[in-house]
């Protein structure tokens, strides 16, 4: 059962909280508490003030600190008018989907004036993972960090940084942005781009009335930074770089990675990657800068967001350096960028990427259009997995399946494509319809399962980053063109191949990823681009009951928020 937490202790806990006072906290305290009140709150950005949903009044929301093996109890208390759910992003929630957030697949969510305490375990992760809202497009302005300490007399496998900082990229709409999505909802297209990327909820001083709204991080000539980078934007994927300076990759999804060092990284929405970098330049300002990567004729928010590196005693009147950012569409360094991914693969840190597969899945991700007779050109844009578009239920789908409720789901999602076809060849305009529904895919206990992503040239070719709930996975293959299963599986990498959550499937390409089904429950999938999320970008697994009660779905808490 979720333990009810005291509103004033949480508060309280929160306020004393900080990141020097967690690595000495005593090892036996095992149980970290929190209070989440979701509240509407006046913020200005860019010349603009509009009221926004936030945690605790703040955007970004919390940071939540936890060590490896702890149970984490998050309150969270709904002030807003919308409805809310947080998803707890990456963390695997072992038998407990109950606390794993995506609203109507494993809650109902939590509604205005109404509490539900988010009550789960930490076991076997460590390292930077976030949380944000799970409804809507909530997400834009509700997320925040999670960083999992390893356990007491574990060290990182790398150089102890001298200190730490998240570093968590966003989006900014000067407008509302649920009134935009409704809009061009009703249109049957696109809302807007956003009007600035953020770093920690700040657009930087090359936007209007930003000077004040930049995140600037001190640093010490010689000392070593570890930076917990999180891609919080809603639909595009990010180059992050900074002038001058090289970053060493040490981990990605909360999972070490062997060290390699660049300078740029290319990080999409729902992943982290964490990076030392040495204060090893000539003391001065140097700008941290993003923008996003996109190589298909797609529109996006094109413009640089900043925050600066600021070297001790160094006046604030100096002008920070300016990095070279790759191209927006420089797929070359994409590329080269995610192949020099790799697990660690160490005795202590081992890669269990499995070798025999029980289940081979190919789904297409397409771009669509269905009938709509309100819409402005009578048709509405869609996607869809295997030509389904998903249709949301209106009762939680893990309740639905626990308590073996009839009539909201089926487990009929096809193993293949309904028709194969020249997946990215010449741009397909006709035939675009799609069919919908609320379709699973039911999967057997501890059976092992690899799935091949791939992209389709419906509409257009996109690069596509897709987020399981519940699971790692590995990263076996990748390649642009049509999979050939004839060929392509004798180059995939079974021996270090990256483990993550979040994935990028290449434009006009696939990727294959590999996973042990060894978590029960209902587990939502879905392109973590908000847009084509909303258009029906997504499916859901089925993990049955192993035999014993220890491979089953623990019962519901008590108070898991009604339908």
Known sequence: MAMQLDSCFGSFFLCIFCFAWFLTFPAEAAVRKYQFDIRVKNVSRLCHAKPIVTVNGRFPGPTIYAREGDRVLVKLTNYAKYNISIHWHGLKQFRNGWADGPAYITQCPIKTGHSYTYDFNVTGQRGTLWWHAHILWLRATVYGAIVIMPKEGTMFPFPKPHKETEIILGEWWNSDVETLVNRANKMGLPPPTSDAHTINGKPGSLFPCSLKHTFSMEVEAGKTYLLRIINAALNDELFFTIAGHNMTVVEIDAVYTKPFTTRVILIAPGQTTNVLIKADQPPSRYFMAARPFMDAPV????????????????????????????????????????????????????VKVPLKVDRHLFYTIGLGANP??????????????NNITFVMPKVGLLQAHYFNIKGVFKTDFPDQPPVPFNYTGAPLTSNLGTSLGTRLSKVAFNSTVELVLQDTNLLTVESHPFHLHGFNFFVVGSGIGNFNPSKDPARFNLVDPPERNTVGVPTGGWTAIRFRADNPGVWFMHCHLELHTMWGLKMAFVVENGKSPEESIIPPPMDLPPC
């Open 372 to 385: 709509c007779s309100s819409c402005q050109n009578g048709t509405q844009l869609t996607a869809s997995l």
């Open 299 to 350: 529109p996006v928010d094109n413009k640089t967001v900043t925050a600066i590196l600021h070297y001790k005693d160094i006046p604030k009147t100096v002008i920070p350096s300016m990095p070279k950012l790759p191209a927006p569409n420089n797929t070359n360094v994409a590329m080269s960028y995610n192949k020099r991914l790799k697990s660690l693969n160490t005795p202590q840190f081992p």
